[in-house]
């Protein structure tokens, strides 16, 4: 009977911890270190210890199994222990391969990594598909169904039941070799978005899946989370230099294990705090999987040229109560006023998420929501958001995210944040100026946060908010390192959406747009518009923007 890998959990101190990995012919690899290492020390054997998705899911695997041995809460210690699980998994699968790892090489793009690397070949026995590691990553991969592809897909690590499709042929990006190129003027973007290749596993996309991983990651669904996971895991921390793909997935993830839901951690996973670090990788591959993703999850999403021009392009995002309506006139005339020669864009995004969260503060006629059944318009909200996300829709009930509409329409303008940067990104254009009315103005915040991470990409010269529906409570050093001109923020103590509808939901959160920033960064500055401005829907006709 053919022996299996050991991953064990081992505790040194009140605060340090390791894994060791020992593989079937008795190559070890120890990781150890402290909850808030990013990466761990690593001792044994290269073959092991040099392969970077065995350590991070192993690292990972430790993380988990402490928390799992130290939190006192049942419901938390449960979601750590089925983190780990994974994770253990994952680790133990890639120890066994390691073992059967031959001199033979074949030397294509890599399905987890998006990489053109070696891929070393497994012995095998008589008239078994061809399996292999990829060099760069680590990932066990396979040759790719696909009539005469010559990629490489990922496998799992039993036998493959089902046909193994490469990125380009699951859509998870656009082309190899596109992915980390540039379109040119933003106006282009289709020709980026074009897939060249069919869609040879519809209904199995893992970047379908992967747009949803904020309840995933709050529930321990490992593999349901490879962009936010990847996001991280691509960023130089710690002189890493940064980790593509599936090793950049494990190494994220691992970074992300230290939270929980209650603690502010794993729960944020679908906000701001964390999808901006996709800003790493923006310009490269695992970029461009993140943002084809995310747009391909919202069918709404579009960007039109209102007018043309010469100077820095301006971008406007609309959001609560004016999306869907004609606002292109308005629009024009406030941005006219202050940038004359400048082409205009404007950004359409979640039709379907904005018009529910519209029905519900019309509902509201302005009054607290609480008194009218807030709850029961929750539940009718997370029902329908039930219906389209499918399999993952128990995980975001679980974990608490999914009870207002207020939720869905949040995590959608951050996920139309990510996927905007990531298109400005591929552009020709190295400054930009983003307005945002609403939820828009989040979209306008996570899309510059997120540039802000990333290095020789466009910079934002500068953001005007209108009536943003963002909490006031926050880190804003990334915000204002995120523009080299200045953060304009226009609010309104006449806004009774904020008012009401917005702090409710947002469990008594003050938005910036009812009440301010209130920061010391200098390149934040509150403009009080109370005197002009009488509603959330009357921000476009009564702000001029500021010089």
Known sequence: MARSAEVVFRSLSDREFECEVRSPEGLTMRCNGALGDLEPRVLGDDA???????????????????????????????????????????????????????????????????????????????????????????????GCAGPGCTNMATRGFGAVLVPRYCAEHRHEIPGFEKASTNFGALENYHEFLEFERRNLALGSRVATVSVLTAGALATGAFFAAPAIGGAIGSLGIAGSGGYAGAAASSYGLALLGGGSVAAGGLGMAGG???????????????????????????????????????????????????????????????????????????????????????????????????????????????????????????????????????????????????????????????????????????????????LATAKGNPKIDTVHLLGAAIGSKGDWRLLSNAVTGAVQNYHSSNDSVLKFAYKTAQAGQTAVGYAGFRTDFARIHDHDVSTSVTGHSKYLDNVQLVE
């Open 48 to 142: 092991l210890g040099t392969n970077p998705a065995l350590v991070h899911n192993a690292w990972a695997f430790a993380k988990h199994d402490h928390l799992d041995r130290t939190l006192s809460d049942g419901a938390e210690r449960h979601s750590h222990r089925e983190q780990a699980k994974a994770h253990r998994q994952v680790a133990a699968g890639i120890a066994e391969l390691i073992d059967k790892l031959s001199t033979t090489t074949v030397h294509s793009w890599c399905s987890a990594c998006f990489t053109r690397s070696d891929h070393r070949r497994l012995t095998q026995g008589f008239g078994a598909i061809p399996a292999y590691v990829c060099d760069a990553c680590g990932s066990p991969t396979l």
């Open 272 to 450: 701001t705090a964390v999808v901006t670090a996709v800003g790493g990788a923006l310009g490269g591959a695992l970029g461009g999987s993140v943002t084809t993703a995310y747009i391909g999850a919202d069918k709404s999403f579009r960007i039109e040229l209102v007018k043309s021009g010469a100077g820095v392009p301006v971008i406007v995002a609309n959001g609560l109560l004016t999306e869907g309506t004609d606002t292109r006139t308005a629009w024009k005339k406030l941005v006219e006023l202050r940038y004359p020669d400048s082409p205009i864009y404007r950004v359409h995004w979640g039709s379907n998420d904005l018009g529910d969260l519209a029905a519900m503060v019309k509902a509201a006629g302005g009054q607290p929501v609480a008194a009218l059944g807030i709850k029961g318009l929750a539940a009718k909200a997370t029902k329908a958001g039930a219906n389209k996300l499918g399999p993952l829709a128990p995980a975001l009930v679980v974990a608490a995210l999914a009870k207002n509409p207020w939720h869905t329409a949040r995590v959608r303008a951050d996920r139309t944040g990510v996927a905007l940067a990531g298109l400005l990104a591929r552009t020709d254009a190295r400054r930009y100026v983003l307005v945002g009315h609403s939820l828009g103005a989040r979209v306008a915040v996570t899309a510059a946060e997120t």
